[in-house]
């Protein structure tokens, strides 16, 4: 009986701590997406670009550049 309780007891603390983990997690993870949000979208949207836009477009830039950046290396390492 006394097991019983205890498991019921960690369960209960481990469910607490786990919800508050995941609120400071969802609060941080929001506020820096809200943050890049704005960066983008004062510093590297296009004219008439929306923020989704822009990341795309980001992101395809990044790609190409690390694509080049690998065939380079493998040309200076023949």
Known sequence: MAKSKLVKV???????????????ENGVVGGFNKIADKF???YLTKE??????AKE???????A??????????????
């Open 57 to 63: 477009r980001l992101a395809k830039e990044q790609k």
């Open 48 to 53: 008439g670009e929306s923020i989704e836009e």
């Open 10 to 24: 960690n369960e209960k603390i481990a469910e607490g701590v786990v919800g508050r983990y995941k609120k400071i």
């Open 40 to 42: 983008v979208d004062n």
């Open 65 to 78: 550049r690390e694509e080049a950046s690998i065939s380079e290396r493998e040309k200076h390492s023949l």
